[in-house]
């Protein structure tokens, strides 16, 4: 039986943003490693993973941890955890993603945390330039001309 934690990362393995769109729910929550508040809503997190999908290079997913979890909401839900291996900007990185599932089966939440340091720096910036080119936030301030 294929779960949605497979057809999801079929969908990541082979760059397919459509084949992502129904795996979400609508009011999905994206908790990203280099910003505070999370993405919300699947118009946003379609983008952002528009943005991830062309900002990874080699990217792999390395194992998965099936089980469940807390929720931001305080309730437990069916989860996965997908270990992940790839390179930004040269940079290695190590990563997880943690799904949790609504009961109809879609991903409600997602959760990204890689290390190391130097590399979610490195990710942090693209993805922000990769969303501002896209239209999704605003483009960061620049220096001040003179």
């Given at each position: 039986?294929?779960?949605?934690a497979d057809r999801?990362?079929?969908?990541?393995?082979?760059?397919?943003?459509?084949?992502?769109?129904?795996?979400?729910t609508d009011d999905i929550r994206f908790y990203s490693p280099v910003k505070f508040s999370p993405f919300e809503g699947r118009p946003m997190v379609l983008?952002?993973?528009?943005?991830?999908l062309r900002t990874f290079e080699d990217f792999r997913y390395i194992g998965r941890h099936t089980?469940?979890?807390e929720t931001s909401g305080g309730t437990t839900a069916p989860s996965e955890v997908l270990l992940?291996?790839?390179?930004?900007?040269?940079?290695?990185?190590?990563?997880v993603d943690l799904l949790h599932f609504h009961e109809d089966g879609r991903i409600k939440e997602f959760t990204v945390m890689v290390r190391p340091q130097s590399a979610v720096q490195v990710l942090?910036?693209?993805?922000?330039?990769g969303l501002a080119a896209d239209g999704l936030v605003?483009?960061?301030?620049g220096p001040a001309a003179g």
């Open positions: 039986m294929t779960t949605t999801f990362r079929a969908a990541v393995e082979r760059r397919d943003l459509t084949a992502l769109d129904d795996l979400f983008g952002l993973f528009g943005v991830l089980g469940s979890a992940f291996r790839a390179a930004v900007g040269g940079r290695q990185i190590h990563g942090g910036e693209a993805v922000l330039a605003p483009a960061p301030a």
